[in-house]
């Protein structure tokens, strides 16, 4: 995706990246929706972005599409943090100030009053097995009064239906943990793990690590969470 993201910004070549998970085929996505504007931003998203406020961490920033809304339109202190190399280069590149190359788990950089996670913010938990750690991070970045706002989908209309109308979902494991994969330009990254979670799922979890939580908007099958410390 970092590459993909790159050849974009660069105009060398790009082509849209195709992406799959084990439950799902293979799906088109367009580059450019990566560096889309606040008002092509989904209900989420946006609310996201206007809830934001102080010292900001913007976990997997991708383009840097939400960083810059924040800096530029909003004039709040940003961080943006992602795993790619070739990402932030690129955030950096668009003018984003302050720009981190970095696993979330081995960042500490201070702490901050918002923590943003979009996109289906819970996948970078990769399974309800590691979830703790992922959580227990979080809360070790975040200020007395700070917040973490995060989204995700509940994948459940995705399984089929049996006769009597119940849902068929595997047997082994919660039915949010899937097999993500990329392909760009003819390669394919390894398969990462992705985490979807139901809203009561995530509550649980967050709940069991130090946190309150409170879901601000439901759009669908997605919704956006608030946590806090308690």
């Known amino acids: 995706m970092g590459r993909a993201i790159w050849d974009y910004f660069k105009n060398e070549n790009p082509e849209d990246l195709q992406t799959e998970t084990s439950i799902s085929e293979l799906d088109e996505l367009p580059v450019d929706y990566l560096f889309r504007g606040f008002d092509e931003m989904n209900k989420i998203e946006q609310k996201a972005l206007k809830l934001a406020n102080g010292k900001v961490l913007d ?3 991708g383009a840097g599409s ?4 924040l ?7 940003v961080t943006a943090l992602d795993i790619s190399p ?3 280069e690129v955030c950096k590149l668009r003018g984003v100030r302050n720009a981190v190359a970095e696993n979330m788990l081995h960042f500490s950089d201070g702490t901050f009053d918002t923590i943003l996670l979009l996109m289906n913010g819970t996948g970078i938990f990769q399974s309800l097995n590691v979830i703790d750690i992922y959580l227990q991070k979080l809360h070790s970045l975040l200020n007395k009064n700070g917040q973490i706002l995060i989204d995700s989908t509940d994948i459940l209309y995705m399984f089929d239906e049996d006769e009597d109308g119940g849902i068929l979902i595997p047997a082994d494991g919660y039915y949010g943990e899937l097999d993500y994969i ?3 330009k003819g390669e394919s990254e390894e398969p990462i793990k992705w985490l979807y979670l139901d809203f ?3 509550k649980n979890a967050a709940e069991h ?3 309150s939580i409170e879901r601000i908007l439901q759009d669908e099958d997605s919704y956006l969470a608030r946590l806090t410390k308690k």
């Open 59 to 61: 976990i997997g920033a």
């Open 66 to 69: 939400h960083s810059l809304y």
């Open 71 to 77: 800096q530029n339109e909003r004039n709040l202190d």
């Open 86 to 88: 070739k990402s932030i």
């Open 182 to 184: 990329v392909h760009y």
């Open 200 to 202: 009561n799922t995530l």
């Open 209 to 211: 690590n130090g946190f």
